[in-house]
């Protein structure tokens, strides 16, 4: 195991270094400190806490976000390595690749967790500081909002890393990550809504809906922030969705480890069968 934290150690001193851990941070705070503000200006009225706003905006530009920066960390973890030809000195030493691909994913798993926390936890005392007391309900749905915001960016990890793992070259690796982004965060519902226009409620159930949407890391990461806290989904609108659908909390939170599970397992089978 020590082999596993020297290689975790190296990805964090690289996204240090590279300054990635700071922009992503930057970035994301940016993000959420914009949407808090411009979207205070009603919560006067309805006397709706600024973070319940901010969590709401956030459930779904951050499905656009997170995933790329997640992509753009994971779609050249093996196959940059590869070409590059450090791959080769790495396995010359005593290691395994199933500990390289452990250290390298926990490794870059720790800079999205790191920036994401910083980035929108730093934005939500900002806000909170702006506007006064805390709410602690509000609080605790912000909080699960970061959660499930690393959780959301480790099933894309998994996934970069899969693809990383099949490719023989790096731009092959970065066309295939985008496309995927693309697919899971634009193309699946644009495509599952042509199909209820379409359908009218003829064939398509609400049970079948629900288990369609856990085919999509997005849409559970969008159902656990939208529908797990009444506050929240009383803002949002998703109050009557949260008391008909089937998907609890823990089945969506089960659904989303699944994501990274199951392609970072194939990522690792991948990689322990290919030749370098």
């Known amino acids: 195991m020590n082999a596993v934290f020297i290689i975790v150690g190296k990805e964090i001193r690289d996204g240090l270094r590279n300054r990635w851990v700071l922009a992503t941070a930057l970035l994301l705070a940016m993000l959420a400190l914009s949407l808090g503000f411009l979207g205070s200006s009603p919560t006067g009225a309805v006397k709706v806490d600024p973070l319940t706003v901010t969590v709401v905006s956030l459930s779904s530009l951050s499905i656009f976000l997170v995933p790329l920066i997640a992509m753009l960390l994971a779609y050249d973890a093996i196959v940059?390595?590869?070409?590059?030809g450090t791959m080769a000195l790495l396995l010359s030493y005593p290691v395994s690749r199933w500990q390289i691909m452990v250290g390298k994913f926990v490794g870059h798993l720790a800079v999205l967790?790191?920036?994401?926390?910083v980035g929108y936890g730093s934005a939500g005392?900002?806000?909170?500081?702006?506007?006064?007391?805390?709410?602690?309900a509000a609080w605790q749905a912000f909080a699960f909002l970061i959660l499930a915001s690393v959780l959301l960016g480790a099933s894309f990890l998994a996934m970069g890393y899969m693809i990383s793992a099949v490719v023989r070259e790096r731009a092959t690796a970065a066309g295939i990550a985008i496309g995927?982004?693309?697919?899971?965060?634009?193309?699946?519902?644009m495509a599952l809504l042509g199909v209820l226009v379409a359908d009218q409620g003829k064939f398509v159930t609400a049970e079948l809906l629900n288990n369609v949407l856990l085919f999509n890391p997005s849409d559970v990461y969008r159902l656990l922030n939208l529908t797990g806290?009444?506050?929240v989904s009383m803002f949002a609108g998703m109050a009557g969705l949260s008391s008909q659908t089937s998907l609890g909390m823990p089945v969506l939170v089960i659904a989303q480890l699944?994501?990274?599970v199951i392609p970072f397992s194939l990522a690792a089978a991948f990689f322990q069968r290919r030749q370098l």
Not at 80 to 84: A, H, L
Not at 180 to 189: K, M
Request: net charge negative; hydrophobic share 55%; charged share 15%.
């Open 180 to 189: 995927v982004w693309l697919f899971f965060v634009v193309i699946y519902d």
């Open 229 to 231: 806290y009444e506050n």
């Open 258 to 260: 699944l994501w990274i």
């Open 125 to 136: 005392i900002a806000l909170q500081w702006v506007h006064g007391a805390p709410d602690p």
């Open 113 to 117: 967790t790191v920036a994401t926390t």
């Open 80 to 84: 940059g390595e590869i070409d590059r």
